[in-house]
């Protein structure tokens, strides 16, 4: 069982629908990273965060430590947001950047 | 302000190759990370270099592969006598110093496309 796992791994939706992605780990950490990846491959780092909640422009994320798993909201989508959308966590013991990431959320978004 | 550079942006090479690959991280960042993304698997982490510590080698798959940072700035990984399965996307991160109680964002470059024929 991987450490970091996301749900779904594939995901359609037509704009302007409201999104949810899923990240359950099984580790300790110390914070949880939230990363995009366009088609042409660039990674950009979205949301780093350790309790609650934060939320930028359309996006949300939102982490229980508890329960250890976090979600990431995009409200009013646009195809713009089509994207692999990678959770990853950094641990809270040995290296704490030394992340473990899930394989990844693949979004469609259609007009 | 410019990101993290990476060079090549494609590396094609022949199997048993050795290959250089470059990392410029972002001015004034300390932690510079490595890692690797093969076809249709998620990015796996490499190595990991913080200051003058010594780096967090634990990821490297062979002792093929080395990494070393120069200066506290540009980084290089060579991966020696190269195998198919060394095909992958390598990519190179930087952030601020960044330990067990201080995660930072990592700032991510466009990545090395390696393909070993």
């Known amino acids: 069982k991987n450490e970091v796992e996301q749900s779904p791994q594939n995901l359609t939706a037509q704009e302007g629908e409201f999104i949810t992605i899923n990240c359950s780990y099984s580790?300790?950490?110390?914070?949880l990273h939230w990363l995009q990846q366009h088609p042409g491959g660039g990674i950009v780092s979205l949301f780093m965060?350790?309790?609650g909640k934060k939320k930028h422009g359309r996006l949300i994320a939102t982490i229980n430590i508890q329960e250890k798993h976090s979600s990431l909201h995009i409200t009013a989508s646009h195809p713009r947001d089509s994207a692999v959308y990678i959770c990853?966590?950094?641990?809270?013991?040995?290296?704490?950047?030394?992340?473990?990431f899930g394989t990844g959320t693949r979004l469609q978004v259609t007009l | 302000g410019a990101g993290v550079s990476q060079s090549p942006s494609n590396k094609v090479t022949e199997k048993g190759k050795d290959v250089e690959l470059r990392c410029d991280p972002i001015?004034?960042?300390?932690?510079l990370y490595w890692y690797r993304q093969s076809l249709g698997q998620g990015l796996e982490f490499l190595i990991y270099?913080?200051?003058?510590?010594?780096?967090?080698k634990s990821g490297l798959p062979s002792d093929r592969f080395s990494a070393e940072r120069t200066g506290g700035s540009v980084s290089t990984l060579t991966i020696q006598r190269t195998q198919q399965e060394d095909s992958a996307v390598y990519l190179c991160?930087?952030?601020?110093?960044?330990?067990?109680?201080?995660?930072?964002?990592?700032?991510f470059g466009d990545g090395t496309r390696l393909s070993i024929l």
């Open positions: 991160a930087s952030s601020l110093f960044s330990g067990r109680y201080s995660n930072q964002p990592q700032h």
């Open positions: 580790v300790g950490i110390s914070a």
């Open positions: 270099f913080q200051g003058n510590s010594a780096p967090d």
């Open positions: 965060l350790s309790s």
């Open positions: 001015s004034g960042h300390t932690a």
């Open positions: 990853a966590v950094a641990p809270n013991t040995g290296t704490a950047s030394k992340l473990t």
